[in-house]
């Protein structure tokens, strides 16, 4: 089953950025080599609609700052996207869907909640 027929997957520019930088630790954590992260890396992107930053209204901004603030401010363009986008955003880190969560239980998705979906 492809993921992409049953989700739509959207992202801030800053996804590119996060990817780069990240790609080493990414390598380690998963123990693929070069090639097959590229390979990895090239369908996910394929699969992931980038949206520019400067789209996202102030208002959800503003919000998204408010919601990250405690936790990660470098999460904010996530947050504002998908508050802009009026739709859950799907993360890993634990303390950043916690954090949110608990004032806004109906923003976030974990990996757990996507595999049930499926």
């Known amino acids: 089953?492809?993921?992409?027929?049953?989700f739509d997957f959207y992202g801030p520019e800053l996804l590119l950025e996060e990817i780069e930088r990240y790609s080493e630790k990414l390598?380690?954590?998963?123990?693929?080599d070069l090639d097959n992260f590229y390979k990895i890396k090239t369908w996910l992107l394929d699969s992931i609609n980038i949206i520019e930053e400067?789209?996202?209204?102030n208002k959800s901004w503003k919000?998204?700052?408010?919601l990250v603030k405690d936790?990660?401010?470098?999460?904010t363009p996530f947050v504002a996207l998908a508050i802009q986008l009026n739709c859950q955003l799907w993360t890993g880190d634990?303390?950043?869907?916690g954090s949110i969560y608990h004032k806004n239980e109906k923003l976030i998705l974990n990996t757990q909640e996507v595999l049930k979906l499926l």
């Open 1 to 6: 089953m492809d993921l992409d027929d049953r």
């Open 27 to 32: 390598m380690r954590y998963t123990k693929i």
């Open 54 to 57: 400067e789209l996202i209204s």
């Open 63 to 66: 919000e998204a700052f408010e």
């Open 71 to 75: 936790v990660d401010v470098d999460d």
């Open 94 to 97: 634990k303390k950043l869907a």
